[in-house]
């Protein structure tokens, strides 16, 4: 796209549409969506539905790793805790991951000194 826009002299903006002619004005969702199921249909992947690709790119960012701040700025949504909501069975083992990486922060620096023991 930006380089079809390049050719025509036409700068892509940041608030562009995805799916916009090269003038920029808007598709019809309706022909997008029938293009993308002509797609798939050609490809033999029979039942996948344009939204599902927008479930499929957070899904992999999230288990690669990429915070979930940025996926949810990504995605759109008003919060993270949106993003986390919909997607967190994406992210199996979370917990452990976390504790893990906590004690290696925690270990990773000697300690100077004694700590003060906290009594009971």
Same mark, same amino acid.
């Given at each position: 796209? !930006? ?5 025509? @002299?036409?700068?892509?903006?940041? @608030?562009?549409? %995805? +799916? ?9 969702? @309706?022909?997008v969506s029938h293009a993308w199921e002509k797609?798939?249909? &050609?490809? =033999?992947? !029979? =039942?996948?539905?344009? *939204?599902?690709? &927008? ?11 990429? *915070? ?12 993270? /805790? ?6 967190? *069975?994406?992210?199996? =083992?979370?917990?452990? #991951? /976390?504790? !893990?990486? +906590?004690?290696? =922060?925690?270990? #990773?620096?000697?300690?100077? !000194?004694?700590?003060? &023991?906290?009594? %009971?």
């Amino acid at each position: 796209m !930006k380089r079809s826009r390049a050719l025509l @002299d036409v700068a892509l903006k940041e @608030d562009d549409l %995805v +799916f916009a002619w090269l003038d920029g004005r808007p598709m019809l969702p @309706d022909s997008v969506s029938h293009a993308w199921e002509k797609l798939v249909n &050609r490809l =033999g992947l !029979k =039942g996948i539905r344009l *939204h599902d690709t &927008r479930h499929t790119h957070a899904s992999l960012m999230l288990a690669q790793g990429i *915070h979930p701040k940025i996926v949810s700025e990504r995605l759109g949504h008003s919060t993270v /805790a949106l993003t986390l909501d919909i997607y967190s *069975h994406v992210l199996p =083992g979370i917990q452990e #991951a /976390a504790a !893990k990486r +906590f004690e290696e =922060g925690l270990f #990773a620096q000697p300690v100077s !000194k004694p700590l003060a &023991r906290i009594p %009971v």
